[in-house]
């Protein structure tokens, strides 16, 4: 997850999905690493700030789950290369059997792990990837899912 009006639209689609299916939702947050090994003070201060606007951002959206969905979503802090984090989340945890990712509209956002995973990782991925368009309403949800 991350703070991406996307994220949010994936995260929705996410909870009816689970909802309906009798499921749960898993938010995984991952710090990808700094490169300031020269720095080792400002990096060490960089992961803490990181690491809280993690534990806050998780917090958040696991209250959203909860008030949108009535789901008490399971909560994963990872420190790596995103790709890899999620990859080896699914690999842990055999009761993961879909992942949900959203998509920012054109010229909005990042689609940076979207692209990495549909190309290069898909291969390796022993579930469905399903990937949300970040412009969809909730009425548009309900439909879908």
């Not at 996307?6 to 700094?34: K, M, Q, S, T």
């Not at 990096?43 to 009535?70: F, G, I, K, P």
């Not at 940076?112 to 991925?125: A, I, M, S």
Request: aromatic content about 4%.
């Amino acid at each position: 997850v991350d703070d991406s009006p996307d994220c949010r639209v994936a995260l929705r689609f996410a909870c009816l999905r689970a909802r309906n299916c009798d499921g749960n939702v898993v938010l995984l947050y991952v710090i990808e690493p700094a490169d300031f090994q020269h720095w080792v003070a400002v990096e060490r201060l960089m992961e803490e700030e990181q690491r809280e606007q993690a534990e806050q951002l998780l917090n958040d959206l696991a209250a959203e789950v909860y008030e949108y969905a009535e789901i008490r979503p399971i909560l994963v802090f990872r420190e790596g290369r995103r790709s890899d984090e999620i990859l080896k989340l699914i690999d842990e945890d055999p009761s993961i059997n879909i992942l949900v990712l959203g998509a920012a509209p054109e010229e909005e956002g990042s689609n940076d792990l979207v692209r990495k995973l549909g190309d290069e990782l898909t291969k390796r991925l022993r579930i469905p990837l399903t990937i949300v368009p970040g412009n969809l309403t909730d009425a548009q949800l309900v439909n879908i899912t």
